[in-house]
């Protein structure tokens, strides 16, 4: 089923499920009507196991900063996407999550920001009020970030570096992995 009907490169989609309920989310980089190219985060889902689809929903602010490689979590009615941001001045991995299965979204919060470094391969995971958060942070050969929040996404600790890594970054089972090498680092 073709879920996308515009002139605009659309890239990276993400899926999590939760019973009959699918959410996406994927990056699109198109023109708008003043001819100013965009980079933003969009969202839909289907609640009948995807027979039928929601309207698109931009996450990210129409602006200048380039909104890119989102992931998605769900666990249930609760949505948690991030994303990578840039700027001339600024790389930063985003967060941004729904507590009613996509009706209504809650602010942005910048979990990683750096002005020398760059993020990358953002990756979340969600398991009850845990919600992990993973990805690449360039600079000293590379290194696998961590941070986790315990209360549904309201705050968040520290980050953490796990090890020197450039490869992308998962979440499965309460591990952290690296492509399809396990680390001993339980979340």
Known sequence: ?????????????????????????????????????????????????????????RLTPEDSITAVLPSIAVWGSNIHVVWKEQTVY???????KSEDGGEIWGSIDTIF??????????????????????????????????VKSTNNGNSWMSPQLITKAIDLPRIKNSKVYLLNKERSKNV
């Open 113 to 146: 920001k750096t002005n020398q470094d760059g993020w990358y391969h953002p990756w979340v995971s969600a398991r009850n009020n845990n919600v992990f958060i993973v990805a690449i942070k360039s600079g000293s050969g590379g290194q696998l970030v961590f």
């Open 1 to 57: 089923m073709r879920l996308t009907f515009d002139y605009a490169y659309n890239a990276s989609p993400r899926a999590a499920c939760c019973g009959d309920t699918i959410h996406l989310v994927w990056w699109k980089n198109y023109v708008d009507s003043l001819s100013n190219m965009h980079d933003e985060v969009f969202y839909k889902r289907s609640t009948d196991a995807g027979l039928t689809w929601s309207e698109d929903v």
């Open 90 to 96: 600024y790389l930063a991995i985003c967060y941004r």
